[in-house]
């Protein structure tokens, strides 16, 4: 009797086994064949306005702006000569083959080559630069008919939140567009040169090294700034960026294309320390020394006395504007040109006096 029961219940467990495989078999390939097959693509629609708007922005900007490469020889171990590659960005500014870019890009680079939206790579001469305003000029040294220098904006009428949009090669990826706006305006951007831009652009577009040089744009597709520094304590975007006022750019850019350098305006005077000078509780620009032959001797202006202890003239206003630092002196005098007249309000002692000075390069 068992016999049977034990067969009976042998060819049941085959079976199910067998059903089973079967099911695996016609139902599991079905759903690998499922799987493999490719989805279903969903249609997209127009682009949004915006997403145009960008594309068209990127398209029309894009063949201004270059990549720059640069080598400088350098004195390694054992005197031996390395080779320091260096790159960055830049723009086309005219017809003639200049290209605008940072100067901390090709400062002391005895090589440049700049490789065009073409794919062109084209070696490059340095024309004239300006370490004050961290701007430099490069021209090709053959120009292609094709070049499409990019459009001149002004940057006297931005407005905190204005989109903006960054083009140019950080880490070396070339032909990247970053977005965002303007985060503030009027910042000051210490420069090499010691001195320090005004009016200087924030903005929250992603800028990364490589960027530097490159050309930042409004909506219009207009240039508006010259991307040129970062603040962050990796070296890589944190999102506060800048970039020099285009009207800083349009005025500095033809003077070193024709002279290879920007006069320098001053009246010939060195000035005391600022924290010194808020040490002493004085607010204004303290003239520590006067040089002999300049501007500010012939019209008596006088530096610390000392000897004596006695502290010298105090610049308090300039050309009808207070001054209460040496920054605020240079702003004055970047409204002037070499050769004007510029009328400062003294101070000395409790005395107020006018004199007017004619401005002078002091570079």
């Known amino acids: 009797m068992r016999s049977p029961s034990r067969l009976s219940l042998f060819i049941l467990i085959s079976v199910i086994i067998a059903v089973f495989f079967i099911y695996i078999d016609r139902f599991g390939d079905r759903g690998r064949r499922i799987v493999s097959e490719p989805r279903e693509i969903v249609p997209r629609g127009d682009l949004a306005d915006y997403e145009n708007s960008t594309i068209s922005i990127f398209n029309a900007a894009a063949p201004s702006v270059v990549y720059i490469f640069t080598e400088n020889a350098e004195s390694g171990f054992f005197g031996r000569r390395e080779i320091r590659q260096g790159a960055g960005s830049g723009f086309l500014w005219d017809g003639y083959g200049h290209v605008v870019t940072n100067f901390h890009v090709i400062q002391g680079a005895q090589s440049i080559q700049v490789r065009l939206d073409t794919g062109e790579a084209l070696r490059a001469t340095y024309v004239g630069g300006s370490p004050d305003h ?8 053959s120009t292609p008919a094709s070049i499409r220098p990019i459009p001149v904006g002004t940057s006297t009428d931005l407005a905190v939140g204005q989109a903006v949009f ?47 040089g490159g050309p930042l744009i409004d909506s219009a597709g207009r240039l508006i700034g010259v991307n040129t520094a970062i603040i962050s304590e990796s070296g890589s975007f944190a999102g506060i960026g800048f970039a020099v006022p285009v009207d800083v750019v349009n005025r500095v850019v033809p003077k070193l294309i024709t002279n290879g350098k920007v006069p320098r305006p001053g009246i010939g005077i060195i000035v005391l320390d600022e924290e010194v000078a808020a040490g002493l509780g004085v607010l204004g620009v303290v003239i520590d020394r006067v040089v002999p032959g300049s501007e500010a001797e012939r019209v008596g202006l006088r530096g610390i006395d000392y000897r004596n202890r006695i502290l010298g003239d105090i610049i308090v206003a300039a050309g009808n504007l207070e001054i209460k630092n040496i920054d605020d002196f240079i702003r004055a005098l970047d409204n002037y040109a070499i050769g004007q007249s510029i009328v400062l309000d003294i101070l000395n002692g409790d005395q107020i006096r006018t004199v007017e000075v004619k401005i002078m390069d002091i570079s």
Do not use: H, K, M, W
Request: hydrophobic residues 40%; aromatic residues 2%; charged residues 20%.
């Open 166 to 212: 960054a083009i140019g090669n950080p880490f070396g990826l070339a032909r990247t567009l970053t977005t965002g706006v303007i985060s503030a305006l009027d910042r000051r951007l210490p420069t090499s040169g010691g001195r320090e831009v005004v009016g200087v652009i924030q903005t929250d577009a992603a800028i990364n090294p490589g960027n530097s």
């Open 134 to 141: 961290d701007l430099a000029v490069i021209r090709l040294r």
